[in-house]
């Protein structure tokens, strides 16, 4: 089955402007999780929406924000952007309920570069 | 969840096992060791995991010590395609936390031929 498939794959942006990001999970999968990524930090949890519900958020500013539809497909806005969001940005899904092995599915990214 | 402890890097010669160790020495009772990897410009990948008992599937082995204060990752016959970052992250399995993770700064595994 496909996986999990992360829309733009790269991206360019200017300091204030915004962007969205969208990820579709694999079929079946009803969470939907984001992470950023940067040479710096490192892999961070951002936010994680179940049921079009966000129940789980990393600590990040309000800039960053979520959505999920009711197909599970998501999306992920960040408004004012800053040179520092530059990054890229995972998304990855997994099952709730049996079988759940805890295992997250990622997608390969949407590389963004803020100028 | 807990915190884990990783070497930055490791060297492993192409053919033979990778043991890839990490402390978490303030582990929970239920909290699971979980091991991901994440290739150059890839997504992680998940390989692993286990509570207390040793595991193993078609990607590696997890040795879990006795009082779960480390474990180890054990690739048994590495290939060049095994060079990744290899996280061990640790956390309470639940409904409610299902997508979250935590990730450290992993160890970046170098297969050499």
């Known amino acids: 089955k496909a996986g999990v498939t992360q829309t733009p794959r790269y991206l360019i942006k200017t300091r204030g402007q915004q962007v969205t990001l969208s990820c579709s999970p694999i079929?079946?999968?009803?969470?939907v999780s984001w992470y950023q990524q940067t040479p710096g930090q490192g892999l961070q949890f951002l936010f994680e929406?179940?049921?079009?519900?966000?129940?789980n958020k990393g600590n990040f500013p309000g800039r960053f924000s979520g959505r999920q539809f009711s197909n599970s497909r998501s999306e992920m806005n960040v408004s004012t952007l800053e040179l520092g969001d530059s990054a890229l940005y995972l998304c990855?899904?997994?099952?709730?309920?049996?079988?759940?092995?805890?295992?997250?599915?990622f997608g390969e990214g949407s590389r963004l570069t803020v100028l | 969840d807990a915190k884990t402890t990783q070497p930055p890097s490791m060297d492993c010669a192409e053919g033979r096992a990778a043991n890839l160790p990490c402390n978490h020495s303030?582990?929970?009772?239920?909290?699971?060791v979980y091991w991901y990897r994440q290739i150059h410009s890839q997504g992680p990948q998940y390989i692993i995991h286990?509570?207390?008992n040793n595991e193993t599937n078609e990607m590696a082995s997890l040795i879990i010590t006795e009082d779960r204060k480390s474990s180890t990752l054990i690739l048994p016959h590495a290939t060049l395609r095994d060079t990744a970052v290899y996280y061990c992250?640790?956390?309470?399995?639940?409904?409610?936390?299902?997508?979250?993770?935590?990730f450290g700064q992993g160890t970046t595994l170098q297969v050499k031929p």
């Open positions: 990855a899904s997994s099952l709730i309920g049996l079988p759940n092995t805890g295992e997250l599915f």
């Open positions: 079929s079946g999968h009803r969470s």
């Open positions: 929406y179940f049921s079009e519900t966000q129940r």
């Open positions: 303030t582990i929970s009772g239920n909290e699971y």
């Open positions: 286990g509570l207390k």
């Open positions: 992250i640790v956390r309470v399995d639940g409904s409610s936390n299902t997508g979250k993770l935590i």
